[in-house]
């Protein structure tokens, strides 16, 4: 069974500070990625990588970037965080043959 | 660019009967694989079933089957005799291509409750 943890899995974080969420996986998955969630916008995607050291822009990439310094692990970081960035946040991981996404628990994010 | 739509946003049911959910999806690529997620009430999502767009058959899974109609673009969730438990928010995603790199897109989410 893939295992992905996130933390924090709450937080609470003040205007323009800086946030960083981490996600750590631990089967080996090549692909990593994180999503955020809104009640009626689902799950989009904010960055995501495929190989350690390298990041990708997904949909929504702005006020945020992501850091993959070992396949195992992949950091959310808002350098300045707004009222907008509220939201429940989604890491994932797959292999490239596999296609099969497994989901981290979320991390609840309130901007203050 | 590819989109993900699911226009029904909650649907309401009683146990044991059938449920179907409708997805459609825009891509130009001639290869693709779509999903469906399960989000359960304690915020967990799951992976329940897949197709991959060249194989002709509907994919089922259990009490879970899909309704591909190529033509339409279109991936129905077809869930029979449900439970009380199959209620939840169910996700259609996509992912075009065959080659790596390449990120599950997801639909807004349909959400089910199942009564007795």
């Known amino acids: 069974e893939a295992a992905v943890t996130q933390s924090p899995r709450s937080k609470v974080a003040v205007t323009g500070g800086k946030v960083t969420l981490s996600c750590h996986q631990t089967?080996?998955?090549?692909?990593m990625y994180w999503y955020r969630q809104d009640t009626g916008h689902g799950l989009r995607l904010i960055h995501y990588s495929y190989v350690a050291d390298s990041t990708e822009k997904g949909d929504i990439p702005d006020g945020y970037k992501a850091s993959r310094p070992s396949q195992e692990n992949f950091s959310l970081i808002l350098e300045l965080a707004s009222l907008s960035q509220t939201a429940v946040y989604f890491c994932?991981?797959?292999?490239?043959?596999?296609?099969?996404?497994?989901f981290g628990e979320g991390s609840r994010l309130i901007v203050v | 660019a590819q989109k993900v739509t699911q226009t029904q946003t909650s649907i309401s049911v009683v146990e044991k009967t059938t449920v179907t959910m409708d997805c459609v999806y825009e891509t130009r690529d001639s290869s693709y694989f779509l999903f469906w997620y399960k989000q359960t009430a304690s915020g967990e999502i799951v992976f329940l079933i897949r197709q991959d767009s060249y194989k002709k058959e509907n994919a089922t899974v259990g009490h879970y089957s899909l309704n591909f109609q190529k033509p339409k673009s279109s991936i129905g969730l077809i869930i029979t005799a449900t439970q009380i438990e199959d209620s939840a928010v169910y996700f259609c995603?996509?992912?075009?291509?065959?080659?790596?790199?390449?990120?599950?897109?997801f639909g807004t989410g349909t959400t089910v409750s199942v009564s007795p």
């Open positions: 994932a991981s797959n292999q490239f043959s596999g296609n099969t996404l497994y």
């Open positions: 995603a996509m992912r075009e291509g065959l080659q790596g790199g390449r990120a599950l897109i």
């Open positions: 089967n080996n998955h090549d692909y």
